[in-house]
């Protein structure tokens, strides 16, 4: 292919000259010319010199020509090369501003004329509009990348001049003025859109690529943001308010969560597939808002309870990630802690379940910690929640769950059948999960020392060292002021035991043996089997001391073993506390010899039977020496009304009366040989249990009483209120300020402090001094 270039003056080119009719070169003079072949360069001559006007005129007829042909889908006469050269020439000879207004003008009208049409088929059905509109988008941004290929060299010269006006955003621009002007139309497409969405989340099969299409059509004229999202949004909006207000009635709470959670991977999979990733955060939070945040009340109301007394892991898990998705996780921490305040409440409070209050309580921790750990993903304020929740209600009935717990753990360590080692101290950890909860740790102590002294000396405990590592886990818990007492109650075993080893072989034991005369082969063995344990008064419970009736040979022997303590310790008094000893006696039934493991209460009341058949209430009461008219029913009700009855009463009926009479049961028959009869006075009562927490309630005013003397004794004046601060700060129960106040009056009453003259009593401004 020739082009030609018309100009004024021919070519030249690498010095050399070209004429019209051809020639020579001329060699230069300092060069001996040589016989060589010289190919010359002819140029065919103009016929006519064109002007520079007819050159832009039928260059861009040429160009035009193309685009209109383009526009118009058909075949284009000039080839692709010679167009883009055509349009670089225009572009060298300085003439690429008007070309590019040339090409803007023929491109609007173009475009005018596809939004007519396309105007015109907005009548139709919306799909098959939508369908029209996706086809000609596609042909007009099929038209603009021909056409900015034929004009790419003007595109990559004068356009990069000018800011965002290359010929496929110029092309855009116009088109996007056009659709903004055609109002109608522009609403008809996104209406149409908004429809096909509509369709699709009622559970409808829809053409998701048209809507793609679309959606890019509209992003790239920049119509996405201002006029399809915010309609869009707002129909979502609708949509899930509506589709909300009908599912929270309809569907059951899970089921209800389980849609939310399907209706929010469906928008997420829609902004995957054919929607800005810009619109995935509002469009998420207007779902999340219209499905959970407006539910939350009705879902908890309605559910909240049921899935956790059903245990329903997996649904709570579900509620917890959606509520915080919203920020409505105190919702569920409140009613979260509205349940375990009544779940714990009603255990507490069932008078009836008392024996297994502890267990229970316990087994709902358990539930509450899996629940914890695998729905509410160990959130500190949900254990914050648990930790007041339980302190609430294992407080709500004073004193009762420290007795309990206590109690729970004596009957642990008193028969550990069946558990290991590491089950027995996971039983002892979990007791003290609930024992940290509780406010009255000083009525724990004083019940658990109760029994904890009752384990050691009947020897009923499984495990020594249990006993031991339970200790250590109070000391952990509470501090070592808590567990001296009990540690020094091992220390009396322990030093007990030495001292018999002692007693076995010192002159007082001797001394019993030799006066015992002709019985000695008796005494021995009666002296063997003798256990006494000395407890220090200020470690274990308050004992009262007694005195029996013993038969002689115990009388010498404890008068024997007293002389050999004296003698050991000078200064010390032993007082003998009977009603917690334990004897063996051998006994003569009609069914054959019986040895009888009984207390020495119930000892004392068989041996009067060697003397007589039968014996009354009150004779038994003077022959035995128990003044104690409550312990002599119990022990004669262990005998008479036991298992094993040993005695019969006259009269019918369990009620013990003064006058009734007792005698040996000839009828009694076992075929053992070896019985234990418990002792009733070993089981405690519930007045016992009510005297120990009246003992421990007593207790704690000298500990208020001691705590007030102790702080005036140390700042002489303080005013109502920062006493009962700081006595409240010291105790280590919980106490009103009713209380402490009582205690201030009594100090008064007894000149350990006085009230300022001019304060009201009681007052949060009343003074006191320190006087004492």
């Known amino acids: ?413 008193k028969n550990s059948k069946g558990l290991t080692d590491d089950e027995l101290e996971r039983c002892m950890d979990n007791a003290l999960t609930i024992f940290k909860y509780i406010n009255g740790k000083d009525i724990f102590e004083a019940f658990y020392k109760k029994d904890l002294g009752k384990r050691l000396l009947f020897g009923k405990t499984s495990s020594y060292d249990a006993e031991k590592t339970m200790i250590s886990k109070l000391r952990a818990e509470c501090g070592t002021q808590f567990s001296n007492k009990l540690e020094g109650m091992f220390k009396d075993i322990d030093i007990s035991a030495e001292l018999m080893k002692g007693y076995e072989t010192s002159a007082e034991f001797k001394k019993f043996i030799n006066e015992v005369g002709e019985e000695k082969d008796r005494a021995l063995q009666i002296a063997s089997s003798l256990g006494v344990k000395v407890l220090t008064l200020s470690y274990w419970p308050n004992y009262t001391p007694d005195t029996l009736n013993l038969p002689m040979e115990l009388s010498l022997l404890q008068d024997s073993f007293r002389d050999f303590y004296t003698h050991k310790y000078s200064g010390r008094i032993l007082k003998w506390v009977s009603n917690l000893g334990q004897c063996s006696m051998k006994a003569l039934f009609p069914c054959g010899k019986k040895e009888l493991i009984i207390s020495f209460y119930q000892a004392v009341v068989l041996l009067q039977f060697n003397s007589k058949e039968k014996i009354s209430v009150r004779e038994l009461k003077q022959s035995t020496g128990i003044q104690d008219e409550k312990q002599l029913i119990l022990t004669l009700q262990s005998l008479a009304f036991h298992k094993e009855k040993i005695l019969k009463k006259e009269t019918k009926g369990t009620q013990v009366e003064e006058n009734d009479i007792f005698f040996v049961n000839e009828d009694y028959s076992q075929s053992k040989t070896k019985i234990k009869i418990d002792s009733f006075q070993l089981k405690e009562t519930k007045k016992e249990r009510e005297e120990t927490t009246e003992k421990v309630l007593l207790d704690r005013s000298y500990v208020i009483d001691a705590a007030i003397v102790r702080i005036m004794k140390t700042r002489k004046q303080l005013t109502h209120q920062q006493l009962l601060t700081e006595v409240l700060s010291q105790v280590r129960f919980s106490i009103q300020g009713q209380d402490v106040k009582k205690r201030i009056e009594s100090l008064i009453d007894r000149e350990y402090l006085e009230r300022d003259n001019n304060s009201q009593a009681g007052s949060a401004n009343c003074i006191y001094h320190y006087v004492a």
């Open 1 to 413: 292919m020739t082009t030609t270039i018309p100009s004024t003056s021919g070519f030249t080119k690498n010095n050399t000259t070209a004429s019209t009719g051809g020639g020579l070169t001329n060699p230069s003079p300092s060069v001996t010319p040589t016989k060589k072949k010289i190919t010359c360069l002819k140029i065919k001559p103009l016929s006519l010199k064109p002007t520079v006007s007819n050159f832009e005129e039928e260059t861009w007829n040429k160009l035009n020509n193309a685009v209109v042909a383009i526009q118009k889908k058909e075949k284009i006469c000039t080839g692709q090369e010679e167009l883009y050269q055509l349009c670089s020439d225009l572009a060298r000879h300085k003439k690429s501003e008007s070309t590019y207004s040339k090409l803007k003008l023929l491109c609007s009208k173009h475009i005018e004329n596809v939004i007519y049409d396309l105007g015109h088929k907005a009548t139709t059905d919306h799909t098959t509009f939508l369908n029209i509109v996706v086809k000609s988008w596609e042909e007009f941004t099929d038209q603009i990348n021909m056409i900015r290929s034929i004009f790419l060299y003007l595109d990559r010269s004068y356009v990069m001049t000018i800011p965002d006006k290359s010929i496929w955003d110029m092309n855009l621009q116009i088109f996007k003025q056009n659709l903004k002007i055609n109002e109608h139309l522009l609403k008809k497409i996104i209406s149409g859109i908004l429809i096909l969405i509509k369709h699709e989340r009622s559970g409808e099969s829809i053409d998701k690529s048209v809507v793609q299409r679309l959606i890019r059509m509209l992003t790239s004229l920049h119509l996405y943001e201002d006029e399809f999202e915010k309609s869009f949004l707002e129909e979502t909006r609708s949509f899930y308010s509506n589709d909300g207000l009908n599912n929270i009635d309809k569907l059951n709470v899970p089921e209800y969560l389980q849609y939310v959670e399907s209706r929010l991977r469906q928008e997420v999979d829609r902004v995957t597939n054919y929607l800005s990733k810009l619109t995935k955060k509002p469009l998420i939070q207007i779902v999340e808002n219209e499905l959970i945040k407006k539910h939350v009340k009705t879902i908890l109301d309605k559910g909240f309870e049921e899935l956790m007394d059903l245990n329903r892991i997996m649904d709570l898990n579900r509620m917890y990630g959606l509520f915080k998705l919203v920020n409505e996780l105190d919702a569920i921490k409140e009613a979260f802690t509205v349940y375990l305040k009544i779940r714990g409440k009603r255990i507490v409070d069932d008078d009836q379940n008392d024996k297994n209050m502890v267990q229970d309580t316990l087994q709902f921790k358990s539930k509450i910690d899996q629940l914890h750990e695998q729905s509410f993903h160990k959130n500190e304020e949900f254990k914050h929640a648990i930790r007041k929740a339980f302190e609430y209600f294992l407080n709500i009935v004073p004193n009762k769950p420290s007795e309990l717990i206590a109690k729970y753990i004596d009957g642990k360590l």
